[in-house]
């Protein structure tokens, strides 16, 4: 039997784990209880949480027993499959409440009383909002609530949908809360501070690791590029067609949909085997793009950083930064997919003339200075790549245009910004009598 047993975990539950070649516990899954839980990705938080919740509920398994928050609808696809995996010998149930899905499926789901919910806060609060008492019932004896990356559910883009999932669950002194992220921020950390129901220990933060060791593992090489920013498609051809990457699964990470899309169909037309996930994309190509990475029917993904947190894709070799990202602590979420439980990783940013302030930032939070990649040089790329890739480039372009593609975006942007304007009263100015 695995060590799992020896921390409480029920003999049905180690069995399954041990089923899936998972035999000892990691230090973040020894540690949790009622907690925020810190550790680095790749390091098993799902089963930290996971574990304990499919314990407890085995010995009581009546309703909705426990509810998991998360901020994509990968990450909750992904976190059902694997509660799926694991309490398989049970017959469990669980309700995945995402957008992109119907509504009315959903709710008779909810309906239906399942063991769990795994949900995206948006889309679970419009089923509170909207759905009927019938449908929401059974959140109000929820014994368990997870947030899953909390760093990011509990910045400003969530509030108020957080709110309204939380008005529906029973009050903190009935639950247990549980929060799991790779990046303890001050927010996450502020919330140890705050008052708990008396009848309930204090709050307590498990970090597994320093911050520094937390960001970048030891076994991922972190290298830069300088490239013009105009011909960055060609530099990235070069990469990924380089005899020593060819073979290499890869992630390209994008800042806009309108370049992960462009940078998809230049790739694609210079024949890689490349899929691409962002919210631009209809929920079935989203899963269809991830099933298709991860069975390596495509070697490369290029993806928004929608698929830049707690994605679990074992084999990513190679992580590159298209685009650098503003916030430091997106690069490590972004990296954090390759070099993976021990396994080694490498990652490149392209860094174009206006990325260098960003760069310092990054190195100054991971604490290491990125070394240069020299396998590509300008030459090459001139010889070798430059031309092709900026005719594949504009065929993309001229596809992306007859195809209207992101005009439903820019439609909404307008009606938006139309409704804005039409609740905005000028306030005239009264007339004052003279004396």
């Known amino acids: 039997m695995s060590d799992f047993k020896s921390i409480g975990v029920s003999r049905w539950l180690s069995e399954s784990l041990n089923a899936m070649r998972i035999y000892t516990p990691t230090a973040i899954q020894k540690a949790c209880h009622d907690c925020i839980g810190g550790a680095k990705t790749g390091s098993g938080k799902t089963i930290a949480f996971g574990a304990p919740m499919l314990t407890k509920w085995s010995e009581d398994p009546m309703g909705i027993f426990g509810l998991v928050l998360t901020p994509t609808r990968e990450l ?222 495509a070697r490369v993904l290029i993806a928004t950083d929608v698929a830049s947190r707690g994605l679990d894709i074992p084999d990513v070799e190679l992580v590159i930064n298209y685009d650098i990202p503003a916030d430091p602590d997106d690069f490590v979420h972004r990296v954090g997919r390759t070099a993976r439980a021990g396994r080694k990783g490498q990652t490149i940013s392209l860094v174009s003339e206006k990325d260098v302030s960003r760069i310092q930032a990054i190195e100054e939070r991971i604490n290491k200075k990125l070394d240069k990649y020299e396998k590509i040089t300008d030459n090459k790329v001139i010889k070798k790549s430059l031309q092709s890739v900026s005719i594949a480039k504009r065929e993309a372009e001229a596809e992306m245009s007859k195809e209207e593609f992101g005009e439903r975006k820019r439609t909404i942007k307008r009606k938006s910004q139309k409704d804005d304007s039409s609740n905005y009263k000028i306030k005239k100015p009264k007339n004052k009598s003279r004396k």
């Open 76 to 297: 909750a696809l992904q976190i059902a499959e694997q509660f799926a995996a694991l309490g398989a010998a049970m017959n469990i149930r669980i309700a995945v409440i995402v957008g992109g899905e119907s509504m009315v499926e959903q709710a008779i789901k909810l309906q239906g009383k399942p063991h769990f919910v795994i949900a995206t806060p948006g889309r679970l609060a419009d089923h509170i909002l909207n759905s009927g008492e019938d449908t929401i019932e059974g959140l109000k004896r929820v014994r368990y609530l997870v947030l899953d990356e909390a760093d990011r559910l509990l910045s400003n883009s969530f509030g108020s949908d957080l709110q309204r999932c939380f008005s529906i669950l029973p009050s903190a002194d009935k639950r247990q809360t549980l929060l799991f992220t790779a990046t303890v921020t001050d927010a996450v950390r502020a919330l140890k501070d705050r008052p708990t129901p008396t009848n309930k220990p204090k709050l307590f933060i498990h970090e597994v690791d320093s911050v520094d060791k937390v960001a970048i593992p030891s076994q991922l090489e972190t290298y830069f590029m300088l490239v013009p920013s105009y011909v960055k498609e060609s530099y990235l051809y070069s990469i990924l067609s380089h005899e020593d990457n060819e073979k290499k699964t890869a992630m390209v990470f994008v800042n806009r949909t309108h370049t992960a899309e462009v940078v998809r169909r230049t790739l694609r037309n210079l024949e890689i085997r490349v899929a691409s996930l962002h919210s631009e994309l209809p929920q079935q190509e989203r899963t269809n793009s991830l099933h298709r990475f991860r069975a390596n029917a």
